[in-house]
């Protein structure tokens, strides 16, 4: 039978290495955030635009037809209706 004690450092050497990494998840995010781009202005981008505004949704697959275009690169198509 394990001690109590023995238990306790056991689940606290665990949770230190959760911790642990934990924080390094953080410190990715941060600096992910700090990389990032300001978000566009969408509803102003909208309202402001001398022309058609248009909102579109891109996708491989329907829920009710299936495939559409299972091949498709969304980030790519998206970025070529800029």
Avoid: M, W
Avoid at 66 to 73: A, Q
């Amino acid at each position: 039978v394990n001690a109590p004690e023995d238990i306790l450092e056991r689940i606290v050497a665990t949770k230190s290495r959760e911790v642990d990494v934990l924080r390094k998840h953080l410190s990715e995010l941060r600096t992910g955030v700090e990389d990032t781009p300001p978000p566009r202005n969408f509803s102003g981008c909208l309202r402001d635009s001398n022309s058609v505004a248009v909102i579109a949704e891109i996708k491989r697959c329907s829920p009710g037809a299936g495939p559409i275009r299972p091949d498709l690169d969304p980030l790519r198509l998206a970025r070529s209706y800029e």
